[in-house]
């Protein structure tokens, strides 16, 4: 069978651009089972309120929610699971720190197909303030 090549985007988490500002990006894997990649080639996820944590040396996605597969039966897993994100041991020190600083976090920005593995997009961002919001607006208003 021919290796799949190319991007194909699952979702895309808009209202996190909205009320953040996104200073820097990461690429992850996820830790999925079977029928929640099969309902992702669906397109069967809900990223709004769902943000990234990092316990224990290790990063997960919570708040997610990936609907159940029909033919999934009993193998279907909780929609709204916490799922590990794959990340380099680098990365995770760096987010540490960085979201130890007062203001900052996690936010996963999209979920996309690459060779066939799911991959996340996550965004260390700081909350944008009303006027920021209203500001943004009126650029793209004008």
């Known amino acids: ?18 009320d953040y500002f996104i200073h820097d990006t990461y690429e992850a894997g996820l830790a999925l089972t079977g029928t929640e990649v099969k309902s992702l080639r669906r397109g069967a996820v809900n990223l709004k309120d769902s943000y990234c944590r990092i316990d224990n040396g290790e990063a997960y996605i919570v708040g997610m929610h990936i609907s159940p597969y029909e033919q999934g039966n009993r193998f279907n897993a909780d929609p709204l699971r916490t799922r590990k994100l794959l990340l380099h041991k680098y990365e995770i020190l760096k987010l540490i720190g960085a979201t130890k600083e007062k203001g900052y976090t996690l ?13 996340a997009t996550v965004g260390l961002a700081t909350g944008k303030k009303l006027y920021d919001k209203r500001q943004a607006f009126g650029r793209k208003g004008s």
């Open 1 to 18: 069978m021919a290796e799949k090549t190319g991007v194909k985007y699952i979702a895309d988490n808009r209202k996190a651009r909205h």
């Open 107 to 119: 936010i996963p920005l999209n979920l996309y197909f690459k060779k066939g593995r799911v991959k």
